[in-house]
């Protein structure tokens, strides 16, 4: 079956360091990848995604590029913001029933992102 | 973009009562719906997928006659957590899709607390 493996966290960085986050994924065909965040005491946002090999996810200055030859989907920022502290969840979905959405997410465990001033 | 919404938020409740959760998608038709279950510091469990008009399909090892899933319209889907006990404390979130290629769009989520 499909699975998503995060990077162990959680992250502390300090204001403008670079962020990696490494997402790997085992899955059959050619899912979807997302990246999704989630606030303190809120659902989860969409924050990027992909859907084919060597495409680039980006949004709010974060990046994302799917991997097929590594099956990874990696999520980096140049420069984190105090705000940017979260929980950030990798995600894959396959087709859904049909052929004409997507199918179920399955996500990774999750990676707190913590940023001090 | 895209909003879902879920009431309520937070719900506090003594044990055995049933507690009905809602979840709607504002300004998009909702093909389909999802449920799960998130404990602390962990990561989302999906609990049942529901299409519209359709019976929910739940996930091995989730209760269906305990969790309770409705999706009669659109726009519109019910999580009931029948005879709620402490163990069902938990966060609940929905998520949303409609036709097409679109990604899941997710509620703010409804802590629930059995006392």
């Known amino acids: 079956g499909n699975s998503v493996t995060q990077m162990e966290g959680p992250v502390t960085l300090s204001e403008e360091a670079f962020l990696t986050i490494n997402c790997t994924y085992t899955?059959?065909?050619?899912?979807?990848l997302f990246w999704y965040v989630q606030y303190p005491g809120e659902g989860l946002q969409l924050l990027l995604k992909?859907?084919?090999?060597?495409d680039k996810g980006s949004n709010k200055g974060f990046e994302a590029t799917y991997r097929k030859e590594t099956t990874s989907f990696h999520l980096e920022k140049g420069s984190v913001q105090v705000s940017d502290s979260a929980v950030y969840f990798c995600?894959?979905?396959?087709?859904?029933?049909?052929?004409?959405?997507?199918?179920?997410?399955?996500f990774g465990q999750g990676t707190i992102l913590t940023v001090h001033p | 973009g895209a909003v879902v919404s879920q009431h309520p938020s937070r719900v506090i409740c003594k044990s055995g009562t049933s507690v009905k959760i809602e979840c709607r998608s504002l300004?998009?038709?909702?093909?389909?719906m999802f449920w799960y279950r998130q404990f602390p510091k962990q990561s989302l469990m999906l609990m049942a997928t529901?299409?519209?008009?359709?019976?929910?399909?739940?996930e091995q090892g989730v209760e269906k006659d305990k969790f309770l899933i409705n999706h009669a319209s659109l726009t519109l889907s019910t999580l009931t957590v029948t005879s709620a006990h402490p163990e069902d404390s938990s966060f609940y979130i929905c998520?949303?899709?409609?036709?097409?290629?679109?990604?899941?769009?997710f509620g703010d989520g409804t802590r629930l607390s059995i006392l």
């Open positions: 998520s949303a899709t409609g036709r097409g290629y679109q990604p899941q769009h």
């Open positions: 899955a059959t065909g050619y899912p979807s």
């Open positions: 992909a859907t084919k090999a060597d």
């Open positions: 995600a894959l979905s396959d087709q859904g029933a049909g052929g004409t959405s997507y199918g179920k997410l399955t």
């Open positions: 300004d998009f038709q909702a093909t389909t």
């Open positions: 529901s299409n519209e008009g359709s019976k929910a399909t739940y």
